[in-house]
């Protein structure tokens, strides 16, 4: 091995090269590239196989690489031997600055903008090695396999430089070979068939592997005999999950680290190690934490980040939250940045209780939202099929065991993962929090909730002093989901996702949506002039909505003329049943019964709004070939409406009195049912496939 890594290292010496990105699948190739690097002193930039386009040109263009380095044939590339390939890169603009000792640069993604690049020398890179080959002196390891992508830091030191320190023997395989695809993607039958295949005695896992491989062990997939010692960081774990992962031969240990650090800071060892605890710090490194809670590390911190001037200071703060116990092992609660606080003044590292739902549900992914409200909610991804009942009674076991102040007050269901692509993920699978946020009005309509402590009494819903607290937006999410189904699953909405939508059927629904919208605004007048002084904050509320809604009846009828049709007909002419009913209900309601009950129809509108009109205008425009003109009232509706069900629902929190609620709960159903009827209504073309299906 040190042979080819020599011969490769002279081949880079030959061609100049200074600074290479290393990029590709794992293989022994791309190990020979790196520590080929480290002879020749060549800066190696490890390029993730799971960054975008867009982030490998900034990466490339930032670094001021000269070629790339691959374990596989590329365009334009040459064979340089032992399986590695080099491809010059054009010469650009000045790199930015980095330190004279650089000899790694490890691209950390982070939660924002674009990915920033640490950098690091040997000596800091042999310091970590040799640390974590004292602590785990008398845990006897052979065999590592890695099955992390090579370009995560953890895995290029602990997975490689560690074994090979260590005499042992490093087994790589092709990502996929091991269910793995980008950077969060996982085909866990692959993975434990390939495990069971490479006998490994250590592995590197994060929180996600770790869960996906506790469970595989508990239904007798994983053979865990040849198991000594699993290393799991990136993220909190569980205590539970350790321990059932221990119940079933398998060794797991938590650690800690970050990329300016080298990588590891603490880890947990047979012998040496804490429940609930990173770990103790590694011997190249002091740990402390200041009176903020900050993590803070000293001794073995980065050079500097690619491009920008070094800080300065012996001290590090990490941005982490956590603690030491007497016995120096450290704890660590989650990002400083990310701490929640609610409206009681208790603060929340949202990362915590994650890790306490992906474990006691089973959720592939678990954002928890609700700073400023006086408990935590949080927006779960469960795609193996069972029902929000199903969950519920794990949910309660998992409240049960929270501090009270914990202890979320909601849990909305999702289907479908969170992604890079929508802009929630970065590149190595942590929730895009402030983006998560912006759009959780959207993300929250489109999932399924479920409310905790639903048996909460009316007298208790009225929030006395001290009481139990219960968000009244969220008893009425929950108390209509049944009814909203009914506008979810209207046919219409498969048949625009299926491409079967005709404009016969867009000038039908503009034309009852003409017919209720027009009467917006007199109805929200008809509702102001009825509300008793108890409730003025409400009319107050009202004006706005009043100016916000005012004409949005002509933007529609102006959407139809665009599609072609007569608009003073349309205007002359008569709605649909469905219509006709829901607004004459409305009215009813205001006039003879609580007028507050109109707040019903604006759940219904503004929620359905928010989770239908801006994809599925956009589905229709392209279906159609309309022009844009044609689609104000959808367009404007889907970004609009985000910010008005944002004040909607701090609105309906403020609205205290059992008798009001219950009235906007029993008018939202009504307007679900009403509404759902004309979406059901929707004239839509046959789907082409069942008939022909049919026929056959």
């Not at 950390?108 to 090695?129: E, F, I, R």
């Not at 434990?192 to 896992?205: D, K, T």
């Not at 508990?218 to 350790?242: C, I």
């Not at 205007?571 to 205001?590: C, K, N, Q």
Request: aromatic share 6%; hydrophobic share 40%.
């Amino acid at each position: 091995m040190m042979q080819a890594a020599e011969a490769l290292a002279d081949q880079l010496t030959r061609l100049g090269v200074r600074r290479a990105g290393l990029c590709g699948d794992s293989s022994v190739a791309w190990i020979l590239a790196d520590l080929a690097c480290l002879l020749a002193g060549v800066v190696c930039v490890p390029v993730p196989v799971f960054f975008s386009r867009t982030q490998t040109e900034h990466l490339t263009e930032r670094a001021g690489l000269d070629c790339l380095l691959s374990g596989g044939a590329s365009n334009g590339g040459e064979h340089i031997g032992h399986g590695v390939w080099l491809r010059h890169l054009p010469v650009t603009a000045a790199a930015a600055w980095m330190p004279e000792q650089t000899a790694k640069i490890t691209f950390t993604s982070g939660s924002t903008g674009n990915p920033k690049g640490v950098c690091l020398s040997v000596a800091q890179m042999t310091a970590t090695t040799l640390a974590l080959k004292e602590r785990l002196e008398g845990v006897d390891l052979e065999r590592h396999l890695c099955i992390l992508p090579l370009a995560t830091l953890l895995e290029n030191i602990a997975g490689v430089y560690l074994p090979l320190l260590m005499g042992s023997t490093v087994m790589v395989a092709p990502l996929q070979d091991l269910g793995m695809t980008g950077s969060s993607g996982l085909d866990i039958g692959r993975l434990v068939q390939g495990i069971n295949e490479h006998q490994p005695q250590s592995l590197i896992l994060v929180p996600e592997l770790a869960m996906a491989l506790v469970s595989a062990a508990e239904q007798k997939h994983l053979d865990s005999n040849s198991f000594r010692f699993l290393a799991v960081g990136g993220g909190r774990v569980s205590s539970d999950l350790l321990a059932r992962g221990r119940a079933v031969g398998l060794p797991l240990y938590e650690g800690y680290g970050l990329s300016e650090c080298s990588s590891v800071v603490a880890l947990n060892v047979p012998g040496t190690e804490r429940e609930g605890a990173v770990g103790k710090p590694l011997s190249h490194v002091r740990v402390r934490v200041d009176d903020r809670g900050h993590i803070l590390v000293a001794g073995n911190t980065h050079l500097g980040y690619l491009g920008d001037e070094p800080a300065g200071g012996e001290w590090l703060d990490t941005g982490d939250l956590g603690s030491r116990d007497a016995g120096g092992f450290l704890s660590v609660s989650g990002r400083a940045k990310n701490l929640l606080i609610t409206s009681f003044g208790r603060n929340i590292s949202p990362e915590w209780l994650e890790s306490e739902l992906i474990q006691a549900i089973g959720a592939r992914q678990a954002v928890v939202f609700g700073d400023g409200d006086p408990r935590p909610s949080a927006l779960v991804v469960v795609q193996d099929g069972r029902s929000p009942e199903a969950l519920r009674s794990q949910l309660d076991a998992l409240n049960n065991n929270l501090p009270d102040y914990a202890r979320l007050s909601g849990v909305y269901i999702r289907r479908q993962p969170l992604s890079q692509a929508e802009g929630y993920l970065t590149a190595n699978g942590r929730p895009v929090r402030q983006q998560i946020q912006a759009d959780l009005p959207t993300l929250l309509a489109g999932a399924f909730p479920i409310f905790m402590n639903l048996s909460i009494s009316n007298s208790e819903l009225s929030n006395p002093p001290g009481g139990s607290f219960m968000a009244f937006f969220d008893r009425l999410q929950s108390e209509t989901a049944q009814a909203r189904a009914h506008v979810t699953g209207a046919p219409v909405i498969e048949a625009i996702r299926e491409g079967r939508f005709d404009l016969n059927g867009y000038t039908w629904f503009l034309t009852q949506a003409y017919h209720h919208v027009k009467h917006t605004v007199p109805l929200m007048m008809a509702c102001g002039g009825r509300l008793p002084e108890r409730l003025e904050f409400v009319r107050k509320a009202l004006v706005e909505y009043i100016e916000e809604e005012y004409g949005h009846h002509e933007w529609i009828l102006n959407d139809l003329a665009a599609c072609g049709e007569d608009k003073e007909a349309i205007r002359h002419g008569s709605p649909d049943t469905s219509i006709e009913l829901m607004v004459a209900y409305l009215y009813d309601r205001i006039n003879r019964g609580n007028p507050a009950a109109f707040f019903g129809m604006v759940q219904v509108l503004e929620g359905t709004s928010i989770e239908l009109a801006t994809p599925l205008g956009e589905a229709i425009q392209k279906q159609l070939g309309l022009p844009k003109e044609a689609f104000s009232y959808l367009y404007s509706h889907g970004a609009l409406d985000q910010e008005h069900f944002e004040f909607f629902r701090n609105l309906m929190n403020e609205i205290t009195d059992p008798d009001d609620q219950q009235a906007i709960i029993e008018a939202a159903r009504m307007v679900y049912r009403l509404y759902g009827d004309m979406l059901h209504s929707i004239p839509v073309p046959e789907n082409r496939k069942e008939r022909r299906h049919e026929a056959a």
